[in-house]
Antibody, heavy 113, light 109 residues
Framework: HLQESGPGLVRPSETLSLTCTVS????????WSWVRQPPGKGLEWVAY???????KYNPSLKRRVAISVDTFNHQVSLQMSSVTAADTAVYYC???????????WGQGALVTV | SYMLTQAPSVSVAPGQTARLTCGGNNIGGKSVHWYQQKPGQAPVLVVYDDSKRPSGIPERFSGSNSGNTATLTISRVEAGDEADYSCQVWQSDDDHHVVFGGGTKLTVL
């Protein structure tokens, strides 16, 4: 089970911070990812992190995004700096398999800039 | 950068077959995954690795991939299949990253 949390409203130019809490499964041996969806639009991959710390970012967002994993607290975090209205979206936490697909998703968290 | 092209909408009558396409340069050389998303809900994986179904997904959902087009086929369409469907690949041609198509809205008439 994946549960996203964070402030629903962020001011322009500030930093967006989201947390995904993992329950019912080990955080180890998985890739953890963030995918976002602006209102009325398609899905956009943001980043993923391996439990051991390896990260990968969407090239279009790389400069502003940081993803991390806290194995002790079973949490995956996302920070996005210098946000604008274009960053308004539902942000989903999802498990990303080594075969390159997303097999389990959280319910999503709406963030409005 | 690599792009996936999907038709914005497809309509089909109940009981008929829906074919949703995902176009991309030499997409046949990549593994394609499909997600179903109903309004207000998170996406659900319905096909992975071109044609495999996760447990719990009906056999009515099938996939194929060749050349520049991948296809999700839904047989004997039901009202409950009405949703947005998005394709996805791992793009490794240049800067490696995940790419989603823009999604197709399936309407059951």
């Amino acid at each position: 089970h994946l549960q996203e949390s964070g402030p629903g409203l962020v001011r322009p130019s500030e930093t967006l911070s989201l947390t995904c809490t993992v329950s019912g499964d080990s955080i180890s041996n998985y890739y953890w990812s963030w995918v976002r969806q602006p209102p009325g639009k398609g899905l956009e991959w943001v980043a993923y992190v391996y439990y051991a710390g390896t990260t990968k970012y969407n090239p279009s967002l790389k400069r502003r995004v940081a993803i991390s994993v806290d194995t002790f607290n079973h949490q995956v975090s996302l920070q996005m700096s210098s946000v604008t209205a274009a960053d308004t979206a539902v942000y989903y936490c999802a498990t990303y398999t080594s075969s390159s697909y997303f097999d389990n998703w959280g319910q999503g968290a709406l963030v409005t800039v | 950068s690599y792009m996936l092209t999907q038709a914005p909408s497809v309509s089909v009558a109940p009981g008929q077959t829906a074919r949703l396409t995902c176009g991309g340069n030499n997409i046949g050389g990549k593994s394609v995954h499909w997600y179903q998303q109903k309004p207000g809900q998170a996406p659900v994986l319905v096909v992975y690795d071109d044609s495999k179904r996760p447990s719990g997904i009906p056999e009515r959902f099938s996939g194929s991939n060749s050349g520049n087009t991948a296809t999700l086929t839904i047989s004997r369409v039901e009202a409950g299949d009405e949703a947005d469907y998005s394709c996805q690949v791992w793009q490794s041609d240049d800067d490696h990253h995940v790419v989603f198509g823009g999604g197709t809205k399936l309407t059951v008439l």
